[in-house]
């Protein structure tokens, strides 16, 4: 069962963070389902599904903030994926906040790399997979 409808993350130059989550997704499985410019918004998800992860400027037309103490983890099919994620962020200009390696703290086989996106907000993919 899903536990949740979907995620919003808020960009500043949502062109930037665009060519950032087209980058940091597509090793997980993940591509830009729609992108209204207009609106300010792009969706991303598994191929033939509906978005479940939305970046767009606030619907406030305030700056884009990110929380002390919040980040997202998108799920990765494999350590693999976890390392191209890493990767894929950083040369997309995100910032490492935690290099792809082991997480026994969390459990065995947890796998996982911390960034943060061109606007701040801190993102992580995982593992849950021996390999």
């Keep these: 069962m899903t536990v949740y409808s979907h995620i919003t993350l808020g960009a500043n130059d949502l062109g930037k963070a665009v060519a950032f989550y087209d980058a ?6 993940l591509e830009r389902r729609f992108m209204e410019a207009e ?5 991303y998800g598994p191929a033939g599904q509906p978005p479940r992860l939305f970046i767009c400027k606030p619907f406030d037309n305030r700056t884009a903030t990110n929380g002390n103490g ?7 099919p494999s350590r693999a994926a976890v390392d191209a994620f890493h990767a894929a962020a950083l040369a997309a200009g995100g910032k490492d ?16 790399a911390y960034v ?14 021996p390999e």
């Design 24 to 29: 940091v997704a597509a090793p997980l499985g």
């Design 39 to 43: 609106h300010h918004v792009a969706g």
């Design 70 to 76: 919040v980040h997202v983890a998108l799920l990765a």
């Design 97 to 112: 906040e935690g290099a792809p390696g082991p997480r026994p703290q969390y459990h065995e086989h947890y796998y996982g």
């Design 116 to 129: 943060r996106d061109p606007d701040g907000n801190k993102l992580q993919a995982c593992c849950h997979r």
